[in-house]
């Protein structure tokens, strides 16, 4: 399997433009969480989809972020409009729904926001 | 507050010079601490799991360990491809959710 793919992997963008990251989840992985890490904050977990469901999205930071899972074999994260405080690298990560601590994750998307 | 808390920030040793990272942790019923490796540039890779205090891993040069507190990440006669950052994370034991609550990880190098 080629594991978690995203897409772009790096992103610049001015302020007020739509960014749009796009995941790939691994074949048969029932689960799928979007984190953002920064040095400050470290990694924090923004949304997780259960079987597709959004199950916890407590961790948007507003309502400028949306993450869709139309199908078991894609997602997407958007930021409309993008500002310069989103600048980090935003992570996909799947797991089977069983074992929710073990998860595997995607390269990244570097996102900078000018 | 569910808290993780990893010490040191950063730790360099020379080869073959073992040492030990924090994890420690407070949160109303643990159902799991997983520890995880992160090289520059990539997403983290999955090492351990404890369930319980007491439990322990190991992996080549790796022992993890668990109290009702902490876990220990214990790294014997570390090599230079060891350098990497260990993170931390615990679940919480609430229903069917899955979210982890992560450290901000120790940054280990190791020099030849």
């Known amino acids: 399997d080629a594991g978690v793919i995203q897409s772009p992997r790096h992103e610049v963008t001015e302020m007020g433009q739509e960014v749009t990251l796009r995941c790939k989840p691994i074949?048969?992985?029932?689960?799928l969480f979007w984190y953002r890490q920064t040095m400050m904050r470290g990694l924090e977990l923004l949304i997780y989809f259960n079987n597709n469901v959004p199950i916890d999205d407590s961790g948007m930071p507003e309502d400028r972020f949306s993450a869709k899972m139309p199908n078991a074999s894609f997602s997407t994260l958007k930021i409309q409009p993008s500002e310069p405080r989103d600048s980090a690298v935003y992570f996909c990560a799947s797991t089977v729904g069983g074992a929710p601590g073990t998860q595997y994750f995607g390269p990244g998307t570097r996102l900078l926001v000018l | 507050e569910d808290q993780v808390t990893q010490s040191p920030e950063a730790l360099r040793l020379q080869e073959g010079e073992s040492s030990s990272l924090n994890c420690s942790y407070t949160v109303s019923g643990l159902r799991g601490l997983f520890w995880y490796r992160q090289d520059p540039g990539k997403g983290p890779e999955f090492l351990f799991t404890l369930y319980s205090a007491g439990e322990e891993k190991e992996k080549e040069r790796l022992k993890a360990t668990l109290t009702k507190k902490e876990s220990f990440l214990h790294i014997t006669a570390p090599k230079p491809e060891d350098s990497a950052t260990y993170l931390c994370?615990?679940?919480?034991?609430?229903?069917?959710?899955?979210?982890?609550?992560w450290g901000l990880g120790t940054s280990l190098a190791v020099n030849p």
């Open positions: 994370a615990v679940q919480r034991d609430a229903g069917n959710n899955r979210k982890l609550i």
């Open positions: 074949s048969g992985h029932n689960s």
